[in-house]
């Protein structure tokens, strides 16, 4: 058991993608706290990751949209791999958002004891402050 991760507690070191103009917008988006993915302005499919094209109908009309920041744990495992000395066991999770069935984002899951997680269980986005202004989205249980 590693105990409840917060903010500043999952990862020692944190890898900082490579920004662009077409993905700024997600990772900059946590500076106000809402999580934002493309929408498809023509069929109104949401796509993750960016890519110049909507999965659902190949329309090129795409936005950044507020999603509602709520979904479920559709898998997880707790990491012990020490990929950085010193760093204490983490939980990487795929969750599913609830904004559209099928969309999901892989995240690290916090505010939870490894023994207390389960599928399905109910999320929200949390955002931790990287640098250079990116905002990482992790996701904690509902209740807490």
């Given at each position: 058991m590693?105990?409840?991760?917060?903010?500043?507690?999952?990862?020692?070191?944190?890898w900082v993608p490579?920004?662009?103009?077409?993905n700024?917008?997600?990772?900059?988006?946590?500076a106000?706290?809402?999580?934002?993915?493309?929408?498809c302005?023509?069929?109104?499919?949401?796509?993750?990751?960016?890519?110049?094209?909507?999965?659902?109908c190949?329309?090129?009309?795409?936005?950044p949209?507020?999603?509602c920041?709520?979904?479920?744990?559709?898998?997880?495992?707790?990491?012990?791999?020490?990929?950085?000395?010193?760093?204490?066991?983490?939980?990487?999770?795929i969750?599913?958002?609830?904004?559209?069935v099928?969309?999901?984002?892989?995240t690290?899951?916090?505010?939870?004891?490894?023994?207390?997680?389960?599928?399905d269980?109910?999320?929200?986005?949390?955002?931790?402050?990287?640098?250079?202004?990116?905002?990482f989205?992790?996701?904690?249980?509902?209740?807490?």
């Open positions: 590693a105990g409840r991760r917060e903010l500043g507690e999952v990862l020692l070191e944190r490579p920004i662009d103009e077409s700024a917008f997600f990772w900059h988006s946590g106000d706290g809402q999580l934002r993915m493309l929408r302005g023509a069929c109104g499919y949401i796509t993750h990751p960016v890519g110049p094209r909507c999965v659902n190949l329309s090129a009309d795409l936005a949209g507020v999603m920041g709520t979904g479920r744990v559709a898998t997880f495992t707790v990491n012990h791999h020490q990929w950085v000395k010193g760093q204490p066991p983490y939980i990487i999770a969750v599913e958002l609830d904004d559209q099928g969309l999901r984002i892989q690290n899951l916090i505010r939870v004891d490894d023994e207390e997680i389960e599928l269980m109910p999320v929200k986005v949390v955002f931790e402050e990287g640098p250079d202004g990116v905002w989205p992790l996701f904690a249980p509902v209740d807490r």
